[in-house]
């Protein structure tokens, strides 16, 4: 568990901007995961192939080098990363 204490030098209350924050980079994060998603649904189909298959097929040097491939494990490791991150804004709690 990680701990962060904000303090501001202004008297207005920090914890709603704070809060308004990161409910939108939560909204954000959401956007991408929904475009990074429907990224992959465009190489499955193109390929007929499911992510998790390719991405197998990848890592073990079946599949020769394509830019489209190339293209296909960045969303795949994006997707990972905006999961990620969506799952730590969502670990956030006020305590005050």
Known sequence: MSELTLVSTHKWPLKPLVQAALENELRLLEAGTRRTEKR???FEAKYRLS?????????????????DFAEWVGEYRMLARLREKMETLRGVNFEN
Do not use: G, P
């Not at 992510?51 to 830019?67: C, G, M, P, Q, W």
């Open 51 to 67: 992510t998790v298959d390719f991405i197998r097929k990848y890592e073990n040097d079946e599949l020769a080098e394509s830019l």
């Open 40 to 42: 992959l649904d465009q």
